[in-house]
């Protein structure tokens, strides 16, 4: 598989917003996983958001941490991940990673989980200064 490529990162203040993107080669079979996860120094990688894509159908599920201010998608080429995140917060502090595993059985039940993913991209940092 070729390696998802993400961007967008970058330094914000306290309350304010960045998107990432994360590219990906687009499956004949739309059955899949893709989650964005982080790691902040020091810390275990940790879920933040993930999908799961079957027949036109998708389910998301988010980190408590961030619900109601994060938000993922993807685009209609379906080669295109997005991760919004508003009202950011210094402990949001971390290098993001966006993740794709083609192994349903393996990632459907565990969407925020790290080890369900095979596939992760190089990372961008974050940075939200008080």
């Known amino acids: 598989q070729v390696q998802p490529v993400e961007s967008g990162g970058g330094s914000v203040e306290v309350g304010g917003s960045l998107r990432l993107s994360c590219t990906v080669t687009k499956d004949a079979d739309g059955t899949y996983c893709m989650g964005w996860f982080r790691q902040a120094p020091g810390q275990e990688r940790e879920g933040v958001a993930g999908m799961f894509f079957r027949s036109g159908s998708t389910t998301i599920l988010y980190a408590d941490s961030v619900k109601g201010r994060f938000t993922t998608s993807r685009d209609n080429t379906k080669t295109t991940m997005y991760l919004q995140m508003d009202s950011l917060k210094p402990e949001d502090t971390a290098i993001y990673y966006c993740?794709?595993?083609?192994?349903?059985?393996?990632?459907?039940?565990?969407?925020?989980?790290?080890?369900?993913?095979?596939?992760w991209g190089q990372g961008t940092q974050v940075t939200v200064s008080s």
């Open positions: 993740a794709k595993e083609r192994d349903s059985a393996r990632c459907r039940h565990s969407l925020l989980s790290p080890g369900a993913f095979r596939n």
